[in-house]
């Protein structure tokens, strides 16, 4: 298998078996954030994984940034629930603004 430019893949929104998530890639090694999403259209994200053969590469903050670009242009709000979103918020916190569920902060 060729070496995969993961800045160009697409955030794939997947449904399995009533569990809602956020996919970089296709196949059976891909990074993902599951999700929750209510009625008011806030996204809570709950938890990110990285592959054990893909980490080091930058893929969690990759999948969570092209995550907030996403809830950015749907005009939804999230709530950063995983602490690896939380950690990366922290780092970048222009990325939460005008996003923030009301009642959640980065600080």
């Known amino acids: ?6 800045q160009s893949q697409a955030l794939v929104n997947r449904e399995m078996d009533g ?9 059976d090694v891909i990074p993902f954030i599951e999700y929750i ?3 008011q259209n806030i996204i809570f994200l709950t938890h990110t994984e990285v592959p054990q ?8 903050s ?8 996403y809830i950015r242009k749907k005009g939804f709000k999230m709530a950063p ?3 690896f979103v939380a950690a990366y918020l922290k ?9 923030l ?6 600080a």
């Open 81 to 83: 629930l995983c602490p």
């Open 19 to 27: 569990k809602k998530r956020f996919e970089l890639g296709e196949g």
């Open 62 to 69: 990759l999948i969570v940034s092209k995550t907030l670009e």
């Open 37 to 39: 999403q209510n009625n």
């Open 53 to 60: 053969s893909l980490e080091g590469n930058g893929l969690g």
């Open 101 to 106: 569920a009301p009642g959640y902060s980065i």
């Open 1 to 6: 298998m060729g070496q995969i430019n993961w």
């Open 91 to 99: 780092k970048h916190p222009e990325d939460a603004s005008g996003i």
